[in-house]
C-alpha cells in the first residue's frame, strides 16, 4: 500500500497489469529471443510513403491536419473507409456507420462501457484476445466460453451456452468474436459456422462484436467474409485497424455499426479524449487513397506466411509429439497445447533464463484456465531467432515431459 | 428509443452530448463568426517544422516511431518533459513522474476514473472547463463550487465548504482547479492564494488536480508558479498539454505527478488505448530539443495579447455598462457576467441567426448555475471578426435588456 492508494477508485482496484505488457518491459533492451508480443514485423511499414504523404499533407491543409477534429473522425478518412470495408465484402454502409478510434483497443474499451452491465451474460471464445478480456473483466459480466482448439471454434458449445442461460431466464448480452485468423489461437471460423453464428444471434438477440484485426492478413487460402458483411440486422459491430496493415505506431482503428451505436460512441469519446489524432487520419486517408495500403497487402502476407512456414518447420522438427499446434491460415500467431502436466506460466522463467520469451495460454482465458497453453509470434522474430528460439522450446518442453 | 438502446449499460445513459461540440457542428460550414470553440489560431501551427521533423524522425527511427511503444509514452519526450516543466518551475521531477497522454482530455479522463468514486466530496470553481465537468458528472460525485469572480477566484469559499464537509464527517477527496488564465473566467490565482489552496490540500488531505492548460500562455504581468512547482508532498497532479503551444491535431498531453499515481494510470490505459501514438510522440520530443516550440511561444502570446486587446476594446465600446467581463492575462477567453434577467442560452438562438456563436455559461458550472453568463473566444477569430461580432452581441443585449 503507497502513500495515495487509499484514494484510488473501488473500480481501479481491480486492474491488474497485463502480463503481455510486463513481459514486454522484461525483455526491453535484453538479448531475449521474443515469441510473446504481437509486433508486426517493422520491414512492413511503409516509411518513405508516410514521410512524402505527411509533407503533402502539412503543405496542402495544416490548418485542418494540425487543428481539432470532429469526434467520428475526418470525413476524408471515414469516406476511404466505407470503400476499404468493401474489400472486405461490407457494402451497403454510410460515412455515419464509421467511427475512427485511437487504435481498435480504444474501439474495445468503448463499446465495452457501453455496452456491458455488471452481472450481464457475455459470450467469448476460449482463448481470445487478452486486452479485450481485460476490458471486459472491468464491467464484471457473468462470462460463457466457446472453446476454440486447433481445428476452430465450437459454435455448437456456444449454441449450448446460450440455451443454458435463456433457460435460467438470463439474458445473453454479448459476443465477442474473433472469426478470422483468431489472436491467440490462429484458427479461422469457416463460412457454415459465421452463419450459424448470426442465426443464433437473432434467435437470442445478442448483440455481435466482430474483432476484424487480421482479416486483411488471410495468406492461405480463401478466407470466408466476415460476419459484418452476411449481419442484415445491424447486430454486427465490426472492429477494423491499421495497426498489422500500416502501422501501430500510428493508433488508428475503426468500428463499423448501426448509426445508433456510433452516436453512443461518439459521445462516450468525447469525455474519453475529445477525437483522434487528426494528422494520423489524413495520413491513414492519403495511404488509403494512394492505394499504399492496398498495394503493400501482398507483401505483408507473403513475410508472413514465409515466416509461418518457418515456424510450423521449425516446431514439427522440435516439439515433441504429445504437444498440439493450430496452423494458422492467417494472422501473427501459433497457438500450442501442450500435455497437461505443463504449467506454461511457471515454465517461463525457465524460457526467459535460456532467453525466449512466450505469452502463457492463461491470460487469453477469461477462467485464466489453458493453463498448459501458449501463444507463439512469428511475425515480429527473425527467421534465425524462429528457429533457434523454437528449438530451445522443444528441449525445454522434453525435460518438462520427462 | 431507437432499435439498440436496451442494450446500453446504466453507466452510459447519463451522457449527454456536450453543448460545445453539439455548436460547433451548427457552426461548421456556416458563415457564422465563432466564439464558440478553444481552437488556436492556425498561424501559431508550425507546420514545416513539423513536416522536417517528420521526415528527418521517419528516416533515422522508422522502426520505432511506426511501431508500438510504451504505455507511459515515449522515453525521448518523457525525458524533454522533465526538463521543460523545469520552464514552469517544477523541479526534482524524473522521467518516472511523467506520463504522456492523448491530449490532456485522456488525462482527466483516467485520472477521475482512479480517483473519484460515488459520492466522494469534489471541489471545483464554479464555473470549470465544462469537458473535465462531464468526466466528473459519469462518476457521480457530491459538487462543491468555489466561485470565480471575474477578479479571480474565492479561496476562502473553499475553506468554507472543505470546513462545513468535515463537520459533516464528510472526507474530501480532491480539488479539480485551473489556477493559471482560467477556462472559461480567464481569471489568474495569486501566489498567496495558491499557497493557501496547498495548505488547505495538506490540512483536508485532499488531492488535487492541476490543470495548467494555459501555463506556458500568459502574455502579461508575472505568471504565478504552477501549484505543482510549490507542491512539496506529491499532492498535486500536473496536466500539461501539447494543444495550445504546438498543434491540438496531434493529441498529446501530459501528467507530472507521484510514481504511485502515475503507475495506476498506466495500468488503466492499457486498457484504454495501449499508448500514445509513437510517431507524435517522436514529433513533439524533437520539436522541443530543437527549440521549436520554445522559440515560437513569445509569437503564439503576442498574437493572443493582440487579438484579447482587440476583444476587450470591442466589448468597451459595444457591451452596455451593466455587463462585467473578467481581463484575462492569458489563455484564449474572455468570460463575461450579463444582468440577471438575460439567459444566455436562450438567447443564444437569436444570437446564432444573427450570425454569432459563443458557449452559454452554466456549461460551466457543476448545477449548471451561471445562466447569464458566457464564454468567448478570441484565439481563433479573425481580428474583423472580433470587431464585428461583439458589435452583434452587443446589439443583441442592449435589445435583451430593453
Known amino acids: 500500500m503507497g502513500k495515495w492508494s487509499s484514494f484510488f477508485s473501488t473500480d481501479t482496484k481491480s486492474l491488474k497489469s497485463s502480463e503481455i505488457r510486463d513481459l514486454l518491459k ?27 504523404i505527411t509533407e503533402d499533407v502539412l503543405r496542402s491543409k495544416a490548418s485542418s491536419a494540425l487543428q481539432y477534429s470532429a469526434t467520428a473522425g475526418v ?102 468474436v474473433i472469426p478470422t485468423a483468431q489472436n491467440p489461437a490462429g484458427t479461422t471460423m469457416n463460412l457454415d459456422d459465421r452463419k450459424r453464428v448470426l442465426e443464433l444471434a437473432t434467435q437470442y438477440d445478442l ?18 467474409p466476415p460476419l459484418k458483411a452476411l449481419d442484415k440486422e445491424g447486430r454486427v459491430i465490426y472492429l477494423g485497424t491499421f495497426s498489422k496493415i500500416l502501422s501501430p505506431g500510428l493508433r488508428l482503428g475503426w468500428i463499423v455499426a448501426d448509426d445508433e451505436i456510433i452516436k453512443e460512441v461518439e459521445l462516450f469519446k468525447q469525455n474519453v479524449d475529445l477525437h483522434t489524432p487528426s494528422l494520423n487520419q489524413y495520413i491513414a486517408a492519403e495511404a488509403l487513397k494512394r492505394g499504399i495500403i492496398q498495394n503493400n497487402l501482398p507483401k505483408i502476407r507473403s513475410l508472413y506466411r514465409q515466416k509461418r512456414d518457418y515456424m510450423l518447420a521449425s516446431i514439427e522438427t522440435h516439439f515433441p509429439s504429445q504437444v498440439k499446434w493450430s496452423k494458422p491460415v492467417g494472422g501473427m500467431f501459433v497457438f500450442s497445447w501442450l500435455p497437461d502436466k505443463i504449467d506454461t506460466t511457471k515454465m517461463l522463467e525457465d524460457s526467459m533464463r535460456r532467453g525466449v520469451a512466450y505469452v502463457p495460454g492463461s491470460s487469453f482465458y477469461y477462467d485464466y484456465g489453458g493453463r498448459n497453453t501458449m501463444r507463439i509470434n ?13 528449438q530451445i522450446l522443444g528441449s525445454l518442453i522434453k525435460e518438462k515431459l520427462q
Not at 37 to 47: E, K, R, V, Y
Not at 378 to 390: A, D, L, Q, T, V
Open 75 to 176: 470525413a476524408e478518412l471515414r469516406k476511404e473507409l466505407v470503400n476499404f470495408s468493401a474489400l472486405r465484402g461490407i457494402t451497403g454502409i454510410r460515412d455515419d456507420n464509421v467511427f475512427v478510434t485511437v487504435g481498435s483497443q480504444e474501439a474495445l474499451f468503448m463499446l465495452f462501457n457501453i455496452l456491458v452491465d455488471p452481472g450481464d451474460h457475455v459470450f467469448v471464445e476460449r482463448p481470445t484476445y487478452l486486452t479485450a478480456l481485460n476490458v471486459l473483466r472491468t464491467r464484471k459480466p457473468i462470462f460463457h466460453g466457446m472453446e476454440v482448439s486447433e481445428k476452430g471454434p465450437n459454435v455448437l458449445q456456444l449454441e449450448e451456452e446460450l440455451k443454458k442461460v435463456s433457460k435460467e431466464q438470463g439474458k445473453p448480452k454479448l459476443l465477442y
Open 378 to 390: 512469428y511475425s515480429f522474430p527473425r527467421k534465425e531467432e524462429i528457429e533457434r528460439g523454437i
Open 26 to 52: 522484461l525483455t526491453e533492451g535484453k538479448s531475449v529471443i521474443s515469441f510473446a508480443g504481437g509486433l508486426p514485423d517493422p520491414s512492413t511499414f511503409p516509411a518513405e510513403d508516410i514521410s512524402r
Open 207 to 224: 448483440l455481435v462484436v466482430e474483432d476484424d484485426a487480421y482479416g486483411f492478413l488471410v495468406f492461405e487460402g480463401e478466407s470466408p
